[in-house]
């Protein structure tokens, strides 16, 4: 599962910390990825980033909204939603 090996390479490379702050539960992590995009497009120009949305039913789960211009990481999306349950 891609979102596993993700995670692996993120806690490898130190960059789990970074992760780690976007938020303490999935909505708060997801809502708050737009932002580590945003400041990634500022050291990696022409960056094209992915947005994120999320709005809560009333049951209280979540609906991701997912927007990209690259066709096909949509899988590469669902891994990472996957795992980070589990962080």
Do not use: W
């Not at 789960?61 to 949509?74: A, F, K, N, Q, V």
């Amino acid at each position: 599962m891609f979102g596993r090996s993700f995670f692996d390479f993120c806690q490898d490379s130190g960059y789990d910390t970074i992760l780690q702050v976007l938020g303490a539960t999935t909505k708060d992590f997801l809502q708050n990825l737009d932002a580590l995009h945003d400041h990634l497009a500022t050291i990696y120009p022409g960056m094209k980033a992915p947005s994120f949305r999320c709005s809560e039913r009333l049951d209280g789960s979540l609906i991701l909204h997912y927007y990209s211009e690259r066709e096909g990481l949509e899988h590469i999306v669902i891994g990472i939603v996957k795992i980070r349950r589990y962080y």
